[in-house]
């Protein structure tokens, strides 16, 4: 078959119009964003050290098209929020985004079963953590210039609502799903987590049945993502 996931990136110089190749290697890249001084490309993608299950991690390449860098290869974690991937039609896809100044790069990740937002200095690759908890995962999400952040949140037992991060105080600025909770039986849940054989920490969610009685038998349902 001719199918290939490998993606390049191009430059096309005005008033030519010929595309230049700037990525060699191959890789599967899913988002690019240009830095404020459009001297770097930053992306998203991965080269396939283990094949289709490789982490995505983030990378930079400059306009010129010199050697493609790995800002997060020391990172054990994937780019992205992965937990919702099976649960709704669409995701945005918000990740990365470049500070005004071009220093820093945003995007979440996912870290026993929480989707946060972090920051990623350009220069020493230090993480910094800015918002997400349990019950309280960051999905889409804007920053503004002057830093202000608007972001939508996952929890287990409510939809999704608006919130915002300002002065490092964060709010809820939408109720858009009231009614509904209150016409609903939500059911309880508990977040758990366990070793694989080869060690590897899955973390998984035990949602129980409307009405639970403790001292009641029920059967199990198994939703397992392979």
Not at 164 to 169: A, D, G, K, M, P
Not at 170 to 195: G, P, R, T, V
Request: aromatic content about 10%; charged content about 20%; hydrophobic content about 35%.
């Amino acid at each position: 078959a001719d199918l290939t996931r490998d993606k390049y990136i191009y430059t096309i110089s005005s008033p030519s119009g010929e595309p230049i190749q700037i990525t060699q290697r191959k890789h599967v890249i899913s988002v690019i964003k240009v830095a404020p001084k459009g001297d770097e490309i930053a992306y998203l993608g991965h080269d396939y050290r283990f094949g289709l299950a490789t982490f995505q991690d983030l990378w930079v390449v400059s306009v010129d098209g010199e050697v493609s860098t790995n800002l997060t290869k020391t990172y054990d974690f994937d780019i992205g929020n992965s937990v919702v991937c099976d649960t709704r039609i669409e995701t945005p896809h918000c990740n990365p985004k470049w500070s005004s100044d071009g220093k820093d790069l945003y995007f979440t990740l996912v870290q026993n079963g929480i989707s946060s937002l972090y920051k990623l200095s350009r220069d020493n690759l230090t993480l910094q953590k800015i918002l997400g908890s349990v019950d309280h995962s960051v999905e889409a999400w804007s920053r503004s210039n002057n830093g202000i952040i608007a972001y939508t949140i996952l929890s287990t037992g409510t939809p999704i609502e608006l919130w915002v991060l300002q002065n490092q105080q964060e709010a809820q600025l939408s109720s858009m799903n009231c009614d509904w909770i209150n016409q609903h039986m939500i059911s309880s849940w508990e977040n758990f987590s366990y070793q694989t054989s080869v060690g590897h920490t899955v973390d998984g969610w035990l949602i129980r049945p409307p009405e639970f009685q403790q001292d009641a038998k029920y059967p199990l349902l198994l939703e397992i993502h392979g």
